[in-house]
């Protein structure tokens, strides 16, 4: 084991991603608005595994800051989409989000 490095984990606490091991690619990213719901197709991803990364762009740090959400990103086939992550919930405000598409094998 390394002291450097990415590791990505699922539900079940396994590691789905490790940059210590694996071979990554940084592939596609894009700034989207609190309000822009909308997808891109990489049809060079066909046969490879992602990872979706999402930041929340300046995060308020005062006030109500627990009811900001970043966006929900999702891949189906080479189509990866994102919608306002307060869309998805039954409450919450949405937030300007950075997401990063990476590679790996």
């Given at each position: ?5 990415f590791k ?8 789905i991603v ?83 598409v990476f590679?790996?094998?």
């Amino acid at each position: 084991m390394s002291d450097f490095g990415f590791k990505s984990y699922d539900d079940s606490g396994n590691v789905i991603v490790d940059s210590d091991s694996l071979l990554n690619r940084f592939r596609y990213s894009i700034e989207a608005t609190s309000t822009t719901t909308g997808n891109t197709t990489l049809s060079d991803i066909s046969g490879l595994s992602t990872v979706e990364l999402v930041t929340m762009v300046n995060p308020p740090t005062t006030g109500s800051w627990y009811w900001n959400v970043a966006h929900t990103v999702t891949r189906s086939g080479t189509k990866i989409s994102w919608v306002p992550g307060g869309s998805t919930l039954a409450f919450g405000v949405s937030n300007a989000s950075v997401i990063e598409v990476f590679l790996y094998s």
